[in-house]
């Protein structure tokens, strides 16, 4: 796979997604990706996209003000 944004070679890692609701802060810590070897630009494939949203929708129930997740903990 190539970087969209350089072109360069994407390797699979883990990343840390942030998601500011306004009232809440959510952080997801070892969340899968494509991540550049150049740029550092990742990518979520489609199933890692949809995890993602119902783990934020889930954090909005709970509404603590900092959330932080595992993702591989959840997923």
Not at 15 to 24: K, Q
Not at 25 to 32: A, G, K, T
Request: charged residues 30%.
């Amino acid at each position: 796979m190539k970087c969209f944004k350089c072109d360069a070679k994407m390797e699979k890692g883990t990343t840390t997604n942030v998601t500011d609701l306004g009232n809440c802060l959510v952080i997801i810590r070892n969340v899968p990706c494509y991540k550049c070897t150049e740029c550092d630009e990742f990518f979520y494939t489609g199933d890692v996209v949809e995890h993602l949203e119902k783990i934020i929708e889930i954090a909005k129930v709970v509404m603590q003000e900092v959330s932080i997740i595992d993702y591989s903990k959840v997923a």
